[in-house]
């Protein structure tokens, strides 16, 4: 069974970065797509991006373009979702979670437990 | 990009009600719908996949329907543990796009 372990709780200053961590135990990692999703207090499940690790190539949401940066490490089995120039409003609980092998996407069925980060001056 | 629109966003019902909720395409998408639940603190738990197949392990008083631009989900008898947050999901292209999330709570 997949498991995803994310990082932990991160408290940031607005107009800083973040690099929240994702590792992957229990299955193949490469061939997957991992997605990132974020929830804001009180708020609904935003999609901010995606990849594929063995294809190189990530995806994002228009509204993130040029924010944020997902990457993977196949040697460690480590997804990282980089999100900078951060603001008030990027206070969420961010998620990692697999759906899709290689080409067919799929609806992901295995979540990390989510990591908080807090922006905040 | 798809646009998933869904409804309502917060209902009220009683235990042993029967319950939809619905999800607009902005464009005909087949079958690439999902369902998921999310009760406060956790990470969502996908309930459907392919609009209609019940993930292994959810009961079957959950069912999905419908395909191109209109989906629901239907809980045929409301018990406590389905008192949660649910969302639709379109998944099979980037942008992945989520409804805007129903709230069922308890009358």
């Known amino acids: 069974q997949v498991q995803l372990v994310q990082s932990g709780a991160e408290v940031k200053k607005p107009g800083s970065s973040v690099k929240v961590s994702c590792k992957s135990s229990g299955g193949t990692f490469s061939s997957y797509a991992i997605n990132w999703v974020r929830q804001a207090p009180g708020q609904g499940l935003e999609w901010m991006g995606g990849?594929?690790?063995?294809?190189?190539?990530?995806k994002y949401d228009q509204k993130f373009l040029g924010r944020v940066t997902i990457t993977a490490d196949e040697s460690t089995s480590t997804a990282y979702m980089d999100l900078s120039s951060l603001r008030t409003d990027d206070t969420a609980v961010y998620y990692c979670?697999?759906?899709?092998?290689?080409?067919?996407?799929?609806?992901?069925?295995?979540w990390g437990q989510g990591t908080l980060v807090t922006v905040s001056s | 990009d798809i646009q998933m629109m869904q409804s309502p966003s917060s209902l009220s019902a009683s235990v042993g009600d029967r319950v939809t909720i619905t999800c607009r395409a902005s464009q005909a998408i087949g079958s690439d719908l999902g369902w998921y639940q999310q009760k406060p603190g956790k990470a969502p738990k996908r309930l459907m996949y392919?609009?209609?197949s019940l993930q292994s392990g959810v009961l079957s008083r959950f069912s999905g329907s419908g395909s191109g631009t209109e989906f629901t989900l239907t809980i045929s008898s409301l018990q406590p543990e389905d008192f949660a947050t649910y969302y639709c999901?379109?998944?099979?292209?980037?942008?992945?796009?989520f409804g805007q999330g129903t709230k069922v709570e308890i009358k």
């Open positions: 999901l379109y998944y099979s292209s980037y942008p992945l796009a």
């Open positions: 392919g609009a209609s």
């Open positions: 990849m594929i690790p063995v294809f190189g190539v990530a």
């Open positions: 979670a697999r759906g899709g092998y290689r080409d067919v996407l799929t609806a992901p069925n295995s």
